[in-house]
């Protein structure tokens, strides 16, 4: 499962990031940015409150 955050969105408030650094970072551009990779299994939960928390629901899991 992979993970996409919509920059148009995104509104920079690093819940995702804390919630799952593993997964979530802020990039340059200052908004969240997803791993590239598959997400981690131990960390799917994680990710998916990332997803579900985040309050613009910028956070796509597929």
């Known amino acids: ?36 990779e598959d997400i981690p299994e131990e960390k799917l939960a994680e990710a998916e409150n990332a997803r579900d928390s985040c309050p613009t629901s910028a956070i796509d899991l597929d």
């Open 1 to 36: 499962m992979k993970s996409k955050v919509d920059p148009d969105l995104c509104i920079s408030c690093e819940l995702c990031t804390n919630i799952c650094p593993e997964v979530y970072s802020m990039g340059d551009d200052g908004y969240a940015h997803a791993i590239e």
